[in-house]
C-alpha cells in the first residue's frame, strides 16, 4: 500500500485543507506515513502571510529535490498560498521537480494525477468505496483522515474561502482569491461528519468570518450559520462551537447576541486590531479608528457575560513612528485583552504596502517594539488569569500532556489537571489551583492540591 505524508505550515485553514486532502488520500487506498522516508506521496502546504512563513515552506519543498532525482516515482505536491488561485507558471519554473500544484482548499489536482495513474481495476475499487461511503454516510463526506478520526477532539470548518477586504499589508486576497461562502447544507454535512467521527468542538473558519454569506444575495449571514450548526451540536453531542477570524467592521450586534444566546457557541471571539493609531490603520486600509475598536470591545462586553476578547497586533508598519506605536502600547494596555497574537510587518510581494510604501522601521526597532507588547501582555494575561484561582472552570480535555490532562475553557485557555482516569474528549470540571500568564493548573474536586514545579506551556 502507498503511503502519503503533508506537512503543513500557517493558518488553521491550512489545517482544514490538510486534513481534507488526507481523506481523499485515504479514500483512493492510500495510508499516511508516521516518517516522511516512508512515504510514496509527500505534499507541503504553503503559508505566505509572513516572509518566515514563506521562507519555510520553500525550504521543505527545496530538501525534496534530491529525494525525487533518486526516487523519481515518488510524487511531490505543493498546496496552499504559495501556488495561489492563479495558474502558477512562475512557480512551475522555480520547481520543476514538484509533480503536482494544488491551490488553497483545492485536493483535485492530487487526485487526478493518481487517478490517471491508478489501473482499471484500483479505480473501480475506489469509485465503489466512494459509493459505499455516501450511502453509510447520507449527510456528507467522512472528512477526517483514519489517524486523526476518533481521536481529534477539536477541528475546523472554513465556511468561506478567500477575502474581498484587502488590508494594504495582507495577500490573502492576492492567494486565495475573493469570498466564496460555502452553502448552509455542505457545512452541516462537515459538522455533522465530525462529530460522527468523534469531535467534540468546532471552530468555524473565514479570513472574515463575520463576512459569511456577504457574497450570497439574501443569503444567511453568521449569526444564522451559528443558529443552525448549534442545532446539530445539540443533535450530535457536539459540545462546543467556535468562530474566527471577526473584523471590527463587520461585528454586529446580531451576532453578539446569538453568541450570549446560544449555550455552545463560547464566549470567545477574536478580533484584530492591528494597530493602534488612527493614521497607522488608514494606511493599513483597515476601516476604523481608535476610538471604534475601544467602542467595540466594550459593546462586546456588555453583551457577552465572561467572554475572552483576543487580537492580532503588527508592529513596525511602514512609517510607523514611535509616537504612533505607544498609541498602539496604550490601546492594549487599556483594553487588557486576554491575549494578543504579536507579529513584526514584514512586506509581501503584490500588496499595497509593497507597492507603495516604505519599509522604513528598521528591524532592531521591530525587534524592540515586539518584545515591549510580548512582556506587557504577559502581565495583562497573568492578571486575568490569576481573577480565576480557586475558581471551578469547565475544560474540555484535548489530551495528556507530560503526565497531566491538558484542556481548554470556554474562554479558550490553557489548564492542566492531574487524573488516573481517561478524560480525553470529556468535559471536566477543576478548580483552578495556579496561575500563569500561559497557562493554569487545576484539581479535581476532593483532589489534594497540585504541586508542581510551575509547569508552563504556551497556548
Not at 492580532?312 to 514611535?322: K, L, M, P
Request: glycine share 6%; hydrophobic share 35%; with cysteine.
Amino acid at each position: 500500500m502507498t503511503k502519503y505524508y503533508i506537512w503543513t505550515y500557517g493558518c488553521q485553514m491550512n489545517t482544514a485543507d490538510s486534513q481534507h486532502l488526507a481523506s481523499e488520500l485515504e479514500r483512493m487506498g492510500h495510508q499516511a506515513a508516521a516518517d516522511p522516508d516512508e512515504a510514496d506521496i509527500l505534499v507541503v502546504n504553503t503559508c505566505v502571510v509572513r516572509q518566515s512563513a514563506e521562507d519555510k515552506g520553500l525550504g521543505r519543498l527545496l530538501s525534496l529535490r534530491p529525494l525525487k532525482e533518486s526516487h523519481p516515482d515518488k510524487v511531490i505536491g505543493v498546496m496552499g498560498c504559495m501556488v495561489g488561485v492563479r495558474d502558477p507558471l512562475h512557480m512551475r519554473q522555480k520547481l520543476p521537480f514538484v509533480d503536482v500544484f494544488l491551490p488553497p482548499s483545492e485536493p483535485t489536482p492530487m487526485v487526478d494525477f493518481l487517478r490517471d495513474r491508478m489501473s482499471e481495476s484500483d479505480l473501480m475499487a475506489y469509485e465503489q468505496a466512494q459509493r459505499e461511503q455516501r450511502d453509510a454516510i447520507q449527510d456528507g463526506d467522512l472528512i477526517l483522515p483514519e489517524h486523526e478520526a476518533n481521536s481529534l477532539i477539536s477541528a475546523h470548518v472554513p465556511v468561506v474561502y478567500g477575502c474581498s477586504h484587502a488590508c494594504s499589508f495582507c495577500i490573502i486576497p492576492f492567494r486565495r482569491g475573493i469570498e466564496r461562502s460555502r452553502s448552509v447544507g455542505e457545512i452541516v454535512a462537515h459538522v455533522r461528519s465530525l462529530a460522527l467521527q468523534g469531535v467534540k468542538e468546532v471552530t468555524l473558519l473565514g479570513q472574515i468570518v463575520d463576512r459569511y454569506g456577504k457574497d450570497i444575495p439574501d443569503g444567511p449571514d453568521l449569526a444564522d450559520l451559528l443558529r443552525v450548526v448549534h442545532g446539530v451540536a445539540e443533535e450530535t453531542g457536539l459540545e462546543r462551537i467556535r468562530f474566527l477570524t471577526s473584523h471590527p467592521n463587520w461585528m454586529d450586534d446580531k451576532l453578539l447576541d446569538t453568541v450570549a444566546e446560544l449555550p455552545r457557541v463560547m464566549p470567545h471571539i477574536e478580533v484584530p486590531v492591528q494597530a493602534g493609531n488612527d493614521q497607522v490603520l488608514e494606511n493599513m486600509k483597515r476601516g476604523y479608528t481608535n476610538a471604534q475598536y475601544r467602542a467595540l470591545v466594550e459593546r462586546i462586553r456588555q453583551r457577552i457575560p465572561d467572554v475572552a476578547i483576543n487580537t492580532d497586533i503588527i508592529v513596525g508598519f511602514c512609517g510607523e513612528t514611535e509616537a504612533q506605536f505607544m498609541d498602539t502600547y496604550n490601546l492594549l494596555a487599556d483594553l487588557k485583552l486576554d491575549k494578543a497574537h504579536l507579529a513584526r510587518y514584514s512586506p509581501r510581494p503584490n500588496t499595497v504596502s509593497d507597492r507603495r510604501m516604505d519599509d522604513d522601521v528598521p528591524e532592531d526597532e521591530k525587534k524592540r517594539r515586539h518584545q515591549m507588547l510580548d512582556e506587557l501582555q504577559a502581565q495583562i494575561v497573568a492578571e486575568i488569569n490569576g481573577r480565576h484561582l480557586g475558581q471551578m472552570v469547565e475544560v474540555l480535555v484535548e489530551g495528556e500532556h507530560k503526565g497531566k490532562w491538558r484542556g481548554r475553557t470556554p474562554q479558550n485557555k490553557l489548564v492542566f489537571f492531574e487524573s488516573a482516569e481517561d478524560w480525553k474528549g470529556r468535559l471536566a470540571r477543576v478548580e483552578i489551583v495556579w496561575t500563569g500568564p500561559y497557562s493554569m493548573q487545576g484539581r479535581l474536586p476532593q483532589q489534594q492540591p497540585v504541586h508542581d514545579p510551575l509547569l508552563v506551556v504556551s497556548g
